[in-house]
Antibody, heavy 116, light 106 residues
Framework: EVQLVQSGAGVKKPGESLRISCEAS????????IAWVRQMPGKGLEWMGI????????RYNPSFQGQVTISVDKSINTAYIQWSSLKASDTAMYYC?????????WGQGTMVIVSS | DIQMTQSPSTLSASIGDRVTITCRAS??????LAWYQQKPGKAPKLLIY???VLQGGVPSRFSGSGFGTEFTLTIDSLQADDFATYYC????????FGQGTKVEVK
């Protein structure tokens, strides 16, 4: 079974750092890009960036460039997204998804709450 | 940037109804259009890609059509499990989602 499993929810304070992960299984990991998608509370979906596991190529949505860092470790089939200094406005659900035609497999989501 | 506009934002319907959701792109995207269903607290689920191709396992009451800038998602004979929010997404030039259409109980 093809699946993406994300790390657990986190509650952080403004200014703290955070890295969340997305582990893939059930397919050849280096064949598909992985995307990160943000969904703020009660809002729609926004793509943040993508990473290609074969060569670690990363592309960012200009709206998120400089705000997050996306990376991958193909040896353990895991993609990451990280923040060096969280803001309250980073409070959201974050999803990873496999790129195919559209985004055909999604992780279960990781809720990030940033509050003082 | 390509903008995607869905209508309506909310749709009230009853079980058995035929439901149509429209998605308009700000520029032509050929048929690089996907539709997703999302239920509260869950990840989106891919229903349709390339504007009209049904993803495996998706019931045949879902269908998609369109090309260029105008697209529709149709649900024939709405079922209880179909009450959810639906998003279109273009993937011609990176990815952009529509704002969503909530299908609620009438």
């Amino acid at each position: 079974e093809v699946q993406l499993v994300q790390s657990g929810a986190g509650v952080k304070k403004p200014g703290e750092s955070l890295r969340i992960s997305c582990e893939a299984s059930g397919y050849t990991y280096t064949k598909n890009w992985i995307a990160w998608v943000r969904q703020m509370p009660g809002k729609g979906l926004e793509w943040m960036g993508i990473v290609f596991p074969r060569d670690s190529d990363v592309r960012y949505n200009p709206s998120f460039q400089g705000q997050v860092t996306i990376s991958v470790d193909k040896s353990i089939n895991t993609a990451y997204i990280q923040w060096s200094s969280l803001k309250a406005s980073d409070t959201a659900m974050y999803y990873c998804a496999r790129l195919s035609d559209g985004m055909d497999v999604w992780g279960q989501g990781t809720m990030v709450i940033v509050s003082s | 940037d390509i903008q995607m506009t869905q209508s309506p934002s909310t749709l009230s319907a009853s079980i058995g109804d035929r439901v149509t959701i429209t998605c308009r792109a700000s520029q032509t995207i050929s048929n690089w259009l996907a539709w997703y269903q999302q239920k509260p607290g869950k990840a989106p689920k891919l229903l349709i890609y390339k504007a009209s191709v049904l993803q495996g396992g998706v019931p045949s009451r879902f269908s998609g059509s369109g090309f260029g800038t105008e697209f529709t998602l149709t649900i024939d004979s709405l079922q209880a499990d179909d009450f959810a929010t639906y998003y279109c997404q273009q993937y011609d030039n990176y990815w952009t989602f529509g704002q969503g259409t909530k299908v609620e109980v009438k």
